[in-house]
């Protein structure tokens, strides 16, 4: 059994029109910009976003947004300093969002990763959040009901995984990249080094291979900071999503 795909464009080569990816990172940490630009490369539109924001300059995750390809985010942080993309699609109703607490949204998708259909908090009663939403008292407090999050893929990036897919991560850079792992049907992973079966210790290994199904090692992965920084732009001004 071997996971590594050849390219990140093979790797996401059956997204389609239409599919819901959670894609990891928190901002650029764990960010897996080269799996991402395979994406707009691809071209598939209609995509439902699942992540903690929404990307930073005209790279990665928000030149996905900005090139038309995602519908609806699901997000904690839809605006951060170096939000270009997604504050004027969205002024302009362009691009919908559904607006999660933090920790709601990683227990949403935890919950989808464990078989478990909802679940109840306390986070967002008495606000706008809430409305629309099954209120539960339990022992005298108020409770929202909160529906898991699922996906047909996810996009993560690893610090090593071997050929079996069992994935270790860099520190923070892991965020949520375990549970949308386990969240997703499909979960693509671009990686700094795919090593040697054995290589691994067993009692390291944050995510089993079981929820891995294809692997890209990418050695020198671009850095989001500098690519902002920088003012690039994806894709290229002269490169239509598809070619």
Same mark, same amino acid.
Request: glycine share 8%; with cysteine.
């Given at each position: 059994?071997?996971?590594?795909?050849?390219?990140?464009?093979?790797?996401?080569?059956?997204?389609?029109?239409?599919?819901?990816?959670?894609?990891?990172?928190?901002?650029?940490? +764990?960010?897996?910009? @080269?799996?991402?630009?395979?994406?707009?490369?691809? #071209?598939?539109?209609? %995509?439902?976003?699942?992540?903690?924001?929404? #990307?930073?300059?005209?790279?990665?995750? $928000?030149? %996905?947004?900005?090139?038309? /390809?995602?519908?609806?985010?699901?997000?904690?942080?839809?605006?951060?300093?170096?939000? %270009?993309?997604?504050? @004027? &699609?969205?002024?302009?109703?362009?691009?919908?969002?559904?607006?999660?607490?933090?920790?709601?949204?990683?227990?949403?998708?935890?919950?989808? +990763?464990?078989?478990?259909?909802? =679940?109840?908090?306390?986070?967002?009663? !008495?606000?706008?959040? $809430?409305? #629309?939403?099954?209120?539960?008292? =339990?022992?005298?407090?108020?409770?929202?009901?909160?529906?898991? &999050?699922?996906?047909?893929?996810? &996009?993560?990036?690893?610090?090593?995984?071997?050929?079996? !897919?069992?994935?270790?991560?860099?520190?923070?850079?892991?965020? =949520?990249?375990?549970?949308?792992?386990?969240?997703?049907?499909?979960?693509?992973? /671009?990686?700094?080094?795919?090593?040697?079966? !054995?290589?691994?210790?067993?009692?390291?290994?944050?995510?089993?291979?079981?929820?891995?199904?294809?692997?890209?090692?990418?050695?020198?992965?671009?850095? @989001?900071? /500098?690519?902002?920084?920088?003012?690039?732009?994806?894709?290229?001004?002269?490169?239509?999503? #598809?070619?």
């Amino acid at each position: 059994m071997d996971k590594n795909i050849s390219s990140c464009a093979t790797a996401v080569a059956d997204i389609k029109d239409g599919d819901t990816v959670m894609i990891g990172g928190f901002g650029e940490a +764990g960010s897996p910009i @080269e799996l991402i630009h395979a994406l707009i490369d691809h #071209g598939a539109k209609d %995509l439902t976003v699942i992540n903690n924001n929404t #990307g930073s300059g005209r790279v990665g995750l $928000a030149a %996905l947004i900005e090139n038309n /390809q995602v519908a609806k985010m699901i997000c904690s942080y839809p605006r951060t300093a170096n939000s %270009l993309v997604f504050p @004027e &699609l969205y002024r302009n109703n362009k691009i919908q969002l559904e607006l999660v607490p933090q920790g709601t949204l990683a227990e949403r998708i935890r919950a989808g +990763g464990a078989g478990v259909p909802a =679940f109840y908090t306390k986070t967002s009663v !008495g606000t706008p959040l $809430a409305k #629309g939403k099954e209120i539960r008292n =339990f022992d005298g407090h108020d409770y929202v009901m909160e529906r898991s &999050l699922k996906a047909d893929f996810a &996009l993560i990036k690893a610090k090593c995984a071997d050929r079996y !897919g069992n994935l270790i991560f860099n520190k923070t850079a892991r965020n =949520f990249a375990p549970i949308m792992a386990m969240a997703a049907t499909n979960t693509l992973v /671009q990686v700094n080094q795919v090593v040697a079966l !054995g290589d691994i210790n067993p009692e390291h290994v944050v995510t089993p291979g079981i929820f891995v199904n294809r692997i890209i090692e990418v050695a020198n992965p671009q850095q @989001e900071s /500098q690519l902002v920084k920088d003012g690039v732009v994806y894709p290229p001004m002269n490169k239509v999503a #598809g070619e």
